[in-house]
């Protein structure tokens, strides 16, 4: 049961990354989806590092790219440039 849980948690986390990312731009499936992360190797980051080795994103069609960042400050810039369609980040 717990393994259901966490596999629907995670496909949860994948949907609603693909529904922020896509918000921002009108991408069709066909296209790259680039998501910062501000700083993968974080744990907090879990759930967008593991929907995306798991293929979920994939099993949705989405072509997306994590990207790391130091820092979310870098990852929002980013994001406001036009550079990337979403970023993903824990502010206090």
């Known amino acids: 049961m717990t393994g259901f849980i966490s596999k629907c948690a995670l496909r949860s986390a994948a949907l609603t990354l693909a529904i922020v ?54 990852a929002e810039n980013e994001l406001l440039a036009g550079a990337v369609q979403g970023v993903v980040g824990f502010y206090d």
């Open 21 to 74: 990312a896509t918000g921002a731009t009108a991408a069709s499936a066909a296209d790259k989806i680039t998501i910062i992360v501000g700083g993968m190797e974080k744990q907090i980051y879990l759930p967008a590092v593991l929907t995306q080795q798991l293929g979920y994103f994939k099993d949705e069609g989405l072509d997306v790219e994590l990207v790391n960042s130091r820092a979310g400050v870098e």
